[in-house]
């Protein structure tokens, strides 16, 4: 390989733009701890990407503390709570109630967009469109990531190297296989989940179990509604039509019961999505410290992925800060450990709502499900427990 054109020099070599990535550098620049971020894809790609929705109550609080949430404070929609539903069933679980938390709907495109102005107002170096990016002399006190950028070999150094690049980025497999230690689950079905340009025909979030399988119907605005049904692995999208889509969804969310109904419409964007679980330990190996869906994949049932990756670097940053600017390594050696107990609480809320919603062929799984939904329902302990989780736990629990 020829050797590297340039050189540059940083405190803090971030690889991925995604909302870990952005978050990490501006809670660094806050601190006065420089980095530089690189990023495979271009922004306008990153900027599109249609992903999470709901933001938790120590997410908001975050991002609100770094004067990130002026728009999400005009723009985005505070929800008391959700609607769990089933075919005999329909109740509203008030989270604020239950433990004085809410949850946000503001898409993760919008939350990408202001972490992107705010870095570009703090003059943010943003290497998009790099290519071979690889990690070097991560086991050293100079760490490296080199790339290729706009036709030039650049090499990179820094203090440490953050990996943000999401589950199919470098970083996770630069840790040794002898060190790394991963847990997987892969569920027997996907979302088909669509974007649609009709107002919500609800005012909060409605979880479905049904028997044809589970049904979510969420929002991203009072003109955009963003709903998903259960659908078999493997699933071409082809398979389903527009008029399939919304039919399912009227009989799986129960247009017609309680009064309730589901107005169809324009439907702008459409995709399957797998689902599974995945944990690689330990986050941090060396100079390098993982953050977000490079370490760690939840099934979205229950809302988490975006706002882990909010919690890692709440975590992250500060303890960057006291190992660049102060030389102290003890939050940095404790990161691993600190990060681990909020991402295995959240893999396992995700996994319980998940297996407790989707519909499985087995009768027997069908009547444990609708005996644990009555009891979330109508149980105090039960209702707390899942607002608890689903509105988030605080950052450092
Ligand atoms: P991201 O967002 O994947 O960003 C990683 C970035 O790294 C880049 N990258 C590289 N950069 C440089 N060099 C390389 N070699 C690279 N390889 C990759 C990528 O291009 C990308 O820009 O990870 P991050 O920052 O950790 O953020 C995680 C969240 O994006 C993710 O957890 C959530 O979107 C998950 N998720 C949800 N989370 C929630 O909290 N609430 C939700 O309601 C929710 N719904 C969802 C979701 C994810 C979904 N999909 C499609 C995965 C709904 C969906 C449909
Ligand atoms: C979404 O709005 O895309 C969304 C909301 C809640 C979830 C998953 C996805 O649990």
């Not at 370490?295 to 500060?318: F, R, S, Y």
Request: hydrophobic share 40%; net charge negative; aromatic share 8%.
């Amino acid at each position: 390989m020829t050797p590297p054109v340039e050189t540059l020099r940083t405190d803090v070599v971030i690889i991925g733009a995604g909302p870990a990535g952005m978050l990490l550098s501006h809670l660094l620049a806050v601190d006065g701890v420089a980095s530089i971020v690189v990023e495979t894809r271009s922004a306008d790609y990153v900027a599109a990407r249609i992903r999470a929705g709901i933001l938790e109550h120590s997410t908001v609080e975050l991002l609100r503390q770094h004067g990130l949430a002026d728009r999400l404070g005009r723009e985005g929609d505070e929800h008391r709570g959700i609607y769990l539903t089933w075919p005999e069933e329909k109740h509203h679980l008030d989270f604020v109630d239950l433990t004085g938390r809410s949850v946000w709907v503001y898409g993760q495109t919008e939350v990408q967009k202001d972490l992107v102005a705010a870095r570009e107002a703090d003059d943010q170096q943003v290497l998009y469109e790099c290519g071979d990016v690889a990690l070097h002399d991560l086991e050293t006190e100079r760490p490296a990531v080199e790339l290729v950028h706009d036709g030039r070999r650049v090499r990179i150094e820094g203090r440490v190297v953050a990996g943000c690049d999401g589950s199919f980025g470098p970083s996770r497999a630069s840790v040794p296989s002898g060190v790394q230690q991963t847990w997987e689950k892969v569920y027997p079905y996907s979302w088909l989940g669509i974007l649609a340009d009709v107002a919500p025909s609800t005012d909060e979030l409605i979880y479905a179990w049904h028997p044809d399988g589970f049904a979510m119907h969420s929002m991203r605005s009072e003109s955009v509604s963003r709903l998903y049904v259960q659908v078999p692995n493997g699933t071409p999208v082809e398979e389903w039509s527009d008029d399939r889509i919304w039919e399912a969804l009227a009989v799986r969310l129960g247009h017609g019961r309680h009064g309730w109904e589901l107005t169809p419409g324009p439907i702008t964007e459409k995709s399957v999505l797998p689902m599974r679980s995945y944990v690689q330990t330990p986050m941090r190996h060396g100079a390098l410290f993982l953050a977000g869906d490079s370490a760690h994949i939840v099934p979205p049932t229950g809302a988490k992925g975006l706002n882990l990756a909010v919690a890692d670097v709440a975590l992250l940053a500060p303890a960057l800060v006291d190992l660049v600017r102060k030389k102290d390594v003890r939050r940095a050696d404790s990161y691993s450990d600190d990060a681990l107990r909020r991402v295995w609480r959240c893999t396992h809320f995700s996994w319980w709502m998940t297996t407790m919603l989707h519909t499985s062929p087995d009768p027997f799984e069908a009547q444990l499900q609708l005996s644990q939904l009555r009891w979330v329902t109508s149980s105090e302990a039960g209702r707390t427990g899942l607002a608890e989780n689903y509105a988030g736990l605080p950052i450092g629990f």
